[in-house]
């Protein structure tokens, strides 16, 4: 079973521009959730959607979005990139929610923002 | 600050040394995860405990969720270089969001 993939890889963007982030989850799998993960904050859930709603944001600004599609494929959206944007994304999908549902993480985009 | 607290932040070994990790909160999980990290990759799911007090295996890695529920250790067996990488404990609270602690980066040298 193939896992969790996200496009780009690599991205170098300047400040004020927007991005849009990839995340093919899991066959099967109907949750998705995405996080920014940092040296100095760790990871940063950014939020979660199943079958195509939102069911939970953190606490990141509205500059932050994100969409899933029927196929349970998902984007996110940044918009108006600040420095302090750089940082990896993850997106990790899972089979359910619900008590112990497991996570399974992609490789990450690495964004720079300059 | 961090719902979840790990601790040490940092551990640097020598192969074939034993070393036990936290991971502490003052919330209730009804359930945790620890993951490994590798530099640029995603973080890959070792376990998942669900009953307080459970205790289970994973080779040499041996992982306990407090019997409340709040807490686990990994503890790590005649470490080896292939388990260097950072490891991070995720709770999931009774809202099934899932919460990550900062991660504890463990180096073993060989």
């Known amino acids: 079973k193939a896992g969790v993939t996200q496009t780009p890889r690599y991205l170098i963007k300047t400040r004020g521009q927007q991005v849009t982030l990839s995340c093919s989850p899991i066959s099967g799998h109907r949750s998705v959730s995405w996080y920014q993960q940092t040296p100095g904050q760790g990871l940063q859930f950014l939020f979660e959607y199943f079958s195509e709603t939102q069911r939970n944001k953190g606490n990141f600004p509205g500059r932050f979005s994100g969409r899933q599609f029927s196929n349970s494929r998902s984007e996110m959206n940044v918009s108006t990139l600040e420095l302090g944007d750089s940082a990896l994304y993850l997106c990790?999908?899972?089979?359910?929610?619900?008590?112990?549902?497991?996570?399974?993480f992609g490789p990450g985009t690495r964004l720079t923002v300059t | 600050t961090q719902l979840l607290e790990q601790s040490p932040q940092f551990l640097s070994i020598q192969e074939g040394e034993n070393l036990t990790v936290y991971c502490n909160s003052s919330s209730v999980f009804s359930s945790l995860q620890w993951y490994r990290q590798e530099p640029g990759e995603g973080p890959v799911l070792l376990v998942t405990?669900?009953?307080?007090?459970e205790v289970k295996k994973l080779k040499r890695l041996t992982f306990q969720f407090g019997d409340a529920r709040k807490d686990s250790s990994l503890h790590i067996t005649a470490a080896q270089p292939g388990d260097t990488g950072l490891y991070l404990c995720a709770g999931e609270d009774y809202s099934n969001d899932m919460r990550f602690g900062a991660g504890t980066r463990l180096t073993v040298k060989p």
């Open positions: 405990v669900v009953t307080g007090g």
């Open positions: 990790a999908s899972s089979l359910k929610r619900g008590s112990g549902y497991e996570q399974y």
